[in-house]
Structure formats: structure tokens, C-alpha cells
């Protein structure tokens, strides 16, 4: 009997990882919650962690191509226990157990230890057992709109665009508008891309609630290359470009960070291999440094819900937000010619960079006003991410600062957001790596620490602390800005936010502060002047308005 991803056949090709991965989403079916996958070297006996009922539970996942399991699975279970204080474990194979380890199950729990087997019989029986998906959510109105307006587009041009800011559920449309399509076309492949694999593998774990219990997932990467792709497929744009090349052909292709495709590259080969595919881009940031527009591959936006329309409506938390100008020198806005500055030449002159210990003094003072405080410094580099992480070490209570960056490998990432969720690390210092599809919704404190201009980089951070979550109030923000297209857009926020507050969802908190007002009356003329400043490149020439005061 076909088991759909707990078929036995299926299982054995997918690997020890791959059987960790089915095992996760079969938790997620029989209503466990806050499941977390820690497979790999020093794991302490436990692959994955579950709740249940307000309960915490451990599972050690043991695939076998051939043979049984022995008992010392159960005896490396048992420390599992004891190292992370978890009383319920269970031992998961897709075979059997030898008789040596019921035997020894059996002893431990006469002892009062709780440690259940699950062969690859009883895993059948759950899974017959299982509901049909997870219990869907209801959607925002926005996000209604926005899976109609997709399907509709798909149907009728087979292209469909979706704008969503970050914390606004791009995903949670992706994969509804992924359920209706898959029962629409029952036995059709779909392919889910984008550009990382931690990016891939967090859209398979979002969308399996959305996906029927019969439709296989896999994963496709440079680790991980299976012989055959059923169902959906949750592919690295490399990886998913080679398998196109040698005949795999989805009869759907959604693109998540959808801004990464250009006129060349791996989207534009799949695309082009793909003429008769649907295909679909969701993304938080439309822009791109080499000013393709991806309406060209996706079509006209369906739905644009922007930070600031989110905010005002009350989809988004509310923010507080705080703009230090990096010390700006008005000595040189007072004496400065009336023409021929770019923008280029104006931030390298214009700005005195605030030093590292005034932001930290800036965030102490915030901190100590916010309760439960958990905070996210961004910076440019990894090596200022590191002197920023020292610095904030120094004060008593942050000692457990971490730094998040690309140079950590995929595992200890992982587990410094699992600790900083569990409030174990108070502070993230990070460089780009949390910019796209990680969601960590109890951050509200976010410090801008002298980044510099990049208006995608800059929405897709400020998302990251904008996400609601029960008992959060608003977000604090502060913001040490070295380019004025930086302070742009935060005007132009401030502006957005405060229109039409006669129609919020929520009573509104939002405040945008700019510690020097001299600022504003700048932002004011050069505004009406350049128009989209914020979107100008360095090559931009901008007159001196006059400086009350200066």
C-alpha cells in the first residue's frame, strides 16, 4: 500500500537525513508543535524536538537500508534525556527492533524512564491515523486577495507576481496558492526554488501544512540529489537549473525571493527551459542592483502590501523609531557649494560615523526601558559584527551575545537562533544572514549599526522586527545612518505610516524621530526635488537646501 512519504521504497532512498526530514512532518500532522530538527554531530542522541499537550519529547530517528535496530539506539535515548532534561522519547526507524532493544525499552520504562519504539509498522498505523493536513489558519484579508488574484493569474497567463513585505506571510499565500493548485492537479510536480539552502529547506517545513499528506516533498541540493522527484520539490536554484536540463519538467514553478531573478542566470535558464510551466514570484523587495524589472518573467504584481501600508493597517507592530544622522557635519552643510555634489561625494563627506561605544550606549538606555528586551544589531561586516559582539559582551547580562553570519556553518547558526528564541542569548549581532527567510518574531529592540545604503537590505532587516506575536507591543529601532537615500527612506516611511490613520485596524503607536530636526528640513526640500531619493544611485547630484539654525 502506497504510504505516500512514509512508503517504505521512498524512505529508504531518502537517507538518514531525508527519514529525519518525513519524521518531522509526520510530527507536525499528529498536532505536535514547536518541532525542531537538531540532527548531526553532537546532537546528544536526539534528532528532533517536539511538544505535545505542553509536554516535551525527544526523537532519535534511526533509517536503515538493511537490518534491524539494536539497543543501544534506546541506551543513546536515554542520555538524550537526561542531557536536555526531557522526560517522553522515542526511537523511529523505518525497520525493525531487535527483540535486545524492546527488551531493554521495556526495563527502562518499569524503571519509570519513557521511552517508546516506533518500527516502520507502527509509523503506517500513525500515518493512516493522521489527519488529512495540518488545521489550516485563517488568512488576512490581504492574503485572500492575494491567493485569488494569483490563481487567477495563473489560469489565465500562467504568471503571477505577488509583493508582500517582510512579516506580512508571503510563504503562507505561497503555499495556500500551492494546496489549490496540487488539488487542481492531482499527480502534478511542482517545483518550489530559491537561492539558499537554508532558505529552501525552511519553505518545505512552512509549506507542509499546506501540502495533502499524499503528495511527497524532497529536497534538492548540493547535498542532497535524489533519482526521482514526485510531488514537490523544494530545490537551490543550481541544483533545480541541472535537474531541468536533464528532463525533470514541473508543471509549477514558484520562486521565492523572487527578486533574485535576472535576465541571465539560473532562473533565467530554468525559464527558458520551462516554456510551457505556470510560474509564480513572491518577494518582500522588487528591486534589483542591475535594475532588471521581474514583471518581464512574472507579470504585473497581483497584490503589493508594503512595510508601510502593514504597519498602518495593523498587520505589522508597531515601531518607535530612531534616527541618529551618524553625527552630521553642519559646519559642511553651511559651507558647501550649491551644486556639483553627488551622492557619492556627499556621504563621504557629510557624515562623522558615530563610534561603536555610543551605539552601544544608545542600545543600554533602550533596553533598560523595555521589557523582556531581545535586540538584533546589524552591521556591515563580519569582522564589525565580531568587535561589536566583544564590546556588548562587556556589560553585565550580555555576556551571551553571539554573532550570526555566513562564515558560522548551517548548525551552529541554527543554534544560535534556537538558543536566542529560548532567551538564552539576549543579543543577535548579524550581517546579512538574517535578511531573508528566517523568522524570528520575539526580537523588539533592532540597532542599525552603521549600515550603509541598500534600500532591499534595509526593508528586509527592518522586517525582522515587525512581525507580531502575543504581548508584543511595538518594536524599537535605532537607526545609525551614514547615506542620506538611508534617511529617504525613513522619511518617506514616516510620511507613508501617518496617511489615512482614520482607517487603521489598530490603535496606532508608530513614532519616527529624528534626533537632529535639522535633518527633517532637509529631507523636506531635497524630497520634493529628486523625488525617489531614496532610490537614487551614488551618481545622483544633489543642490544644499538652506539650514535653519546653521
Known sequence: MNRSFLEPAFLVEEGPKGFTRQLE?????????????ID??????????????????IFQSKWKKSGNVDRDAVDETHAAMRHYAIHRAVVVTNRLFTQKAKERADALREVGVNVTLWDGRRLATIYDRAPERVTPFDLHPYQDRAVEAAWAALEDTGEALIYLATGLGKTVVAGRLLRRFLLANPGAKVLVTAHMIDLVEQLERAMWRDVPKEVPTRLLHGDSKPDSLPGVTFGVSNTARDYIQTGYAPELVIVDEAHHVGE????????GLLPKAKRMGVT???????????????????ERVSISEGMRLGYLADVKYRVFADNIDWDFVRHASEYGYSIKDLNKRLFIPERDESVRGHLEKVWDQTTNPRAIVFCQTIEHAERMRDL?????????????????????RRARLLNFRAGEVPILVAVDILNEGVDVPDVNILCFA???????IFVQQLGRGLRLR???????VLDFVSDIRRLAEVYDMREQVSEGEIEQV???????????????GLLDQWMADVGDLGGADDSVRLEFPPVEGG
Open 25 to 37: 512532518r509526520l510530527l507536525g500532522l499528529i498536532s505536535f508543535t514547536d518541532v525542531v530538527n
Open 506 to 520: 489598530s490603535v496606532g503607536r508608530n513614532q519616527f524621530e529624528f534626533e537632529d530636526l535639522r535633518v527633517k
Open 264 to 271: 541571465t542566470g539560473n532562473y533565467a535558464t530554468m525559464m
Open 284 to 302: 518582500a523587495t522588487p528591486w534589483r542592483g542591475d535594475r532588471y524589472d521581474i514583471e518581464r518573467t512574472f507579470g504585473e504584481p497581483v
Open 450 to 456: 552603521r549600515v550603509t545604503h541598500s534600500r532591499r
Open 40 to 57: 548531526g554531530p553532537g546532537d546528544k542522541g536526539a534528532d528532533l524536538l517536539g511538544r505535545l499537550n505542553g509536554e516535551d519529547w
Open 470 to 476: 502575543k504581548g508584543k507591543t511595538h518594536v524599537e
Open 392 to 412: 556588548l559582551a562587556r556589560r553585565p547580562g550580555w555576556e551571551r551575545a553571539q554573532t550570526l553570519h555566513a562564515r558560522l556553518k548551517t548548525r551552529e
